[in-house]
């Protein structure tokens, strides 16, 4: 993340909390959900919209750069360790992140899919529409998960 990040300012929306800190490129809807009792922390250039939930009240959330958060997709926090999404990360409408604790660079989770607990997504991870990742699962680099449990790696790029 950019050590050009800020505080928020508190004018740009009503329900903005004084913890979260964005990059002065980032954009966050003020008809997203933020809830954060643990610092939230957004990338540059990172965009979350309308109806789209930040619960940060068990622990900290950080977004990378460059990521989407789509309407009604949610990251929530839930444990002390946290959150942490990488940079080019994109959560699709409704997708679920319930406490997963690292989505690496370049992952894709599908809409209405869910990442649970514990669950760590290596770099360029696709997470299918309704795939559901169980707790504590680790998916390496390139993998796709395709139902429940069900992983299988793309091949390698030239």
Known sequence: MSSSLRPAKGAALSNQPTNLTTAP??????????????PITLGASTTIHPFAVLDATAGPIRIGARCAVWERARVVAAGPEGVDVGDDVVLLAAAAVDGA??????????????????????????????????????????????????????????
């Open 25 to 38: 490129s980032t954009s966050l809807s003020p008809r997203a959900t933020v809830l954060a009792s643990h």
């Open 101 to 158: 604790r690292v989505l690496g660079d370049a992952c894709r989770v599908g809409s209405l899919a869910t990442v649970m607990r514990g669950a760590v997504l290596e770099r360029d991870v696709v997470v299918a529409p309704g795939a559901v990742l169980p707790p504590d699962a680790v998916v390496r680099e390139r993998g796709v998960v395709v139902g429940p449990g069900v992983v299988r790696v793309r091949g390698r790029r030239p």
